[in-house]
């Protein structure tokens, strides 16, 4: 069994910045990918940012320049720094993962965390 933890979230005001985390623990094999989704209200669940493997992050385009992901191999955490928040930005926030046991890849997600940026 695999856990995600989430944390960072909360309510900023136009143009600041915050640092989300995801701590991945449990039967960790193998991860193959760690990202970050958000679902705002009345609309789907969209990528934000991810990195495969041991590449560089991958990133929508409303974030690009704004926000960096970043990854701790060592702690199985994923990063999201967000800067020049927008009121746009305001959703919940889910870490993704695939990670193996040791026998199959499986999407895991986080709890979610809301992030809130006030015009």
């Known amino acids: 069994q695999v856990q995600l933890v989430e944390s960072g979230g909360g309510l900023v005001q136009t143009g600041g910045s915050l640092r989300l985390a995801c701590a991945a623990s449990g039967s960790i094999f193998s991860t193959r990918a760690m990202g970050w989704y958000r679902q705002a209200p009345g609309k789907q669940r969209e990528l934000v940012a991810a990195v495969i493997s041991v590449g560089s992050g991958n990133y929508a385009d409303s974030v690009k320049g704004r926000f960096t992901i970043s990854r701790d191999y060592a702690k199985n955490t994923v990063y999201l720094q967000m800067n020049s928040l927008k009121p746009e930005d305001t959703a919940v926030y889910y870490c993704?993962?695939?990670?193996?046991?040791?026998?199959?890849?499986?999407?895991?997600w986080g709890q979610g965390t809301q992030v809130t940026v006030s015009s």
């Open positions: 993704n993962a695939v990670i193996s046991d040791g026998r199959s890849f499986r999407d895991y």
